[in-house]
């Protein structure tokens, strides 16, 4: 056989070995390939695990690690909705002396909350509104220092409720809201 048989058939020595160069050729390239094939594989894969751990992080921090986010207060304990009251802060600010030796200047501001559904309490409360001033800074008046704690406000507010109710004819107070209860030494 002649040598251009030899080419025909594939058996030629000189062309075959520039195929079998070029199939190198082909294998060469995808080993060549895989390590940047696998270094954007494990980028890919890293940037995940990332994105995941700070995930988890951010919500541990925001959630407490589980703890609950709301505390209801010892003294303060609500089955089902807090009720919603009516407003009346009509009453100005009220300066009173505490029964202490020196005497402490006593700051009250504060909001009485009554029942959404009682028209006639406005209008009592309004009517009545120099009479509960004067009661309201009497009540401070005869209060030492130590009594307008901010851990006593809650009996301070439940025991200033009950009288200012005796006080009223129609009208029931269901919450005091104090903006501002501060003492100061004179």
């Given at each position: 056989?002649?040598?251009?048989?030899?080419?025909a058939?594939?058996l030629?020595?000189d062309?075959g070995?520039a195929?079998?160069?070029?199939?190198?050729k082909?294998?060469?390239?995808f080993?060549?390939?895989?390590?940047?094939l696998?270094?954007?594989?494990a980028?890919?894969?890293?940037?995940?695990?990332?994105v995941?751990?700070?995930?988890?992080?951010?919500?541990?921090i925001?959630?407490?690690?589980?703890?609950?986010?709301?505390?209801?207060?010892?003294?303060?304990?609500?089955?089902?909705?807090?009720?919603?009251?009516?407003?009346?802060?009509?009453?100005p600010?009220?300066?009173?002396?505490t029964?202490?030796?020196?005497?402490?200047?006593?700051?009250?501001?504060?909001?009485?909350?009554?029942d959404?559904n009682?028209?006639t309490?406005?209008?009592?409360l309004t009517?009545?509104?120099?009479?509960?001033?004067?009661?309201?800074?009497?009540?401070?008046?005869?209060?030492?220092?130590?009594?307008?704690?901010?851990d006593?406000?809650?009996?301070?507010k439940?025991?200033?409720?009950?009288?200012?109710?005796?006080?009223?004819?129609?009208?029931?107070?269901?919450?005091?809201?104090?903006?501002q209860?501060?003492?100061?030494?004179?």
């Amino acid at each position: 056989m002649s040598n251009a048989d030899d080419d025909a058939i594939g058996l030629g020595g000189d062309d075959g070995d520039a195929d079998a160069g070029s199939k190198k050729k082909k294998g060469a390239g995808f080993v060549m390939l895989l390590p940047n094939l696998l270094k954007f594989v494990a980028i890919g894969l890293g940037a995940i695990t990332v994105v995941f751990t700070i995930s988890v992080i951010t919500f541990n921090i925001l959630n407490g690690s589980g703890k609950s986010q709301t505390t209801v207060p010892e003294n303060e304990v609500w089955i089902g909705e807090r009720p919603t009251y009516s407003t009346f802060n009509a009453i100005p600010v009220i300066r009173a002396n505490t029964k202490d030796t020196p005497p402490y200047s006593v700051v009250v501001d504060m909001v009485l909350g009554y029942d959404l559904n009682n028209s006639t309490a406005a209008t009592e409360l309004t009517s009545r509104l120099v009479e509960l001033q004067d009661f309201i800074r009497n009540y401070f008046s005869n209060k030492f220092q130590a009594d307008l704690q901010p851990d006593k406000e809650t009996a301070l507010k439940n025991d200033l409720m009950e009288k200012m109710n005796r006080l009223l004819n129609t009208a029931k107070i269901r919450t005091i809201y104090f903006k501002q209860l501060s003492t100061m030494e004179m």
